[in-house]
């Protein structure tokens, strides 16, 4: 039985004191969760996000992390840098990641690979654009960046990997996915497992959706067989959007 994962990337928002108020409310307001539950402040924040969702069980998250493990590289964050506040889990690959700051499939990889052998979770995104959908290329996009993203990792590692399916004509757009659209490339996505990996790593892989979560439409995606969690945007901002979303299972 795959665990409901629930993760917010607050992306380039809040102040230390903005996000310290808003990780006080989700530890108070989770406390007693079933889902697995993160958050990926902006790094600024990161030190001080921690110690006040760990009494919430929450992991703390990073957005994005260098490719490189240290030297001359002005203005990255390394893995390490990273492990030393806390934090478990690197988002990597999102597509503002692909999209506006041009990182390719090979620079995700090298990342995804630094993070697993230093013991840090993964959560990968992948999803197509609205030209690459309307020209009926969602599995060869998503299919290029798994393998691509994933090129080198091993079976055992894999309980250190997060899916993200996030559509990017999806993502803060107030436009979701229909449940069954999301759902149909989240079973692909586990059928590439199931032809890639070891047996059970089709059935174990966690993969979450994201794009416009909101609290009215997280339940239904929740119901869908393959879609197992959310990566949440905008709507992780407020504890009043967050929690129910985090609690859509109570
Ligand atoms: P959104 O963002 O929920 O604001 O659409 C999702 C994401 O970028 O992960």
Known sequence: MRQSYVA???????????????ANELAEGLKRSPNKLMVAPPFTALSAVGPAIAAGGILLGAQNMASE??????????????????????????SERRHV?????????????????????????????????????????????????????????????????E?????????????????????YIRGWFAETYESDAAENIIVQYGG??????????????NIDGALVGGASLKAETFLPICRFND
């Open 8 to 22: 917010g990337n607050w992306k380039m928002h809040k102040t230390i004191a903005e996000a310290v108020s808003l």
């Open 69 to 94: 493990l240290e030297g001359a590289h002005t203005g990255e964050i390394s893995v390490r840098m990273l492990k030393d506040l806390g934090v478990r889990v690197a988002i990597i690959g999102h």
């Open 101 to 165: 700051y041009n990182e390719s499939d090979e620079l995700i990889n090298q990342k995804v690979q630094l993070a697993l052998t230093e013991g840090m979770e993964v959560i990968l995104c992948v999803g197509e654009t609205l030209d690459e959908r309307e020209a009926g290329d969602v599995e060869r996009v998503v299919g290029t960046q798994l393998r691509a993203g994933l090129s080198g990792v091993e079976n055992v590692s894999l309980d250190q990997v997060t899916i993200a399916y």
């Open 167 to 187: 559509p990017v004509w999806a993502i803060g757009t107030g436009k979701t996915a229909t449940p069954e659209d999301a759902d149909a490339v989240h079973r």
């Open 212 to 225: 416009s979560v909101k609290p009215d439409n997280i339940a239904a995606l929740m119901k869908m067989e």
